[in-house]
Nanobody
Framework: VQLQASGGGLVQAGGSLRLSCAAS????????IGWYRQVPGKQREWVASITTTIGGTTKYADFVQGRFTIFKDYAKNTVFLQMNSLKPEDTAVYYC?????????WGQGTLVTVSS
């Protein structure tokens, strides 16, 4: 599966952005899709994930709980990350990844910059 992330940009603190992770095929067959982020010089960290079965479950890292929402659109084969109440510390390159069986497939990153 190929993933393409988009939607990053420059936003002021307190603002919102919506990231998109478009899959090359049906996301229904993939086990789960997650969002991760990485700041230069630091390890990539998990942000949120969603299982791709009907209904599905969502999980969030503590530092985004209540501010970010992950959701999916089967018709568009896309998983979104709605980011509200952004903080300067949310500045990072955001990546999406699909867990399909034992493999993890990464998309390219999209840069999010939050100014203070």
């Amino acid at each position: 599966v190929q993933l393409q992330a988009s939607g990053g940009g420059l936003v002021q603190a307190g603002g919102s952005l919506r990231l998109s992770c478009a899959a090359s095929g049906s996301i229904f067959v993939v086990g789960a899709i997650g969002w991760y982020r990485q700041v230069p010089g630091k390890q990539r960290e998990w942000v949120a994930s969603i299982t791709t079965t009907i209904g599905g479950t969502t999980k969030y890292a503590d530092f985004v709980q209540g501010r970010f929402t992950i959701f999916k659109d089967y018709a568009k084969n896309t998983v979104f990350l709605q980011m509200n109440s952004l903080k300067p510390e949310d500045t990072a390159v955001y990546y999406c990844a699909a867990d399909w069986g034992p493999a993890r497939y990464w998309g390219q990153g999209t840069l999010v910059t939050v100014s203070s």
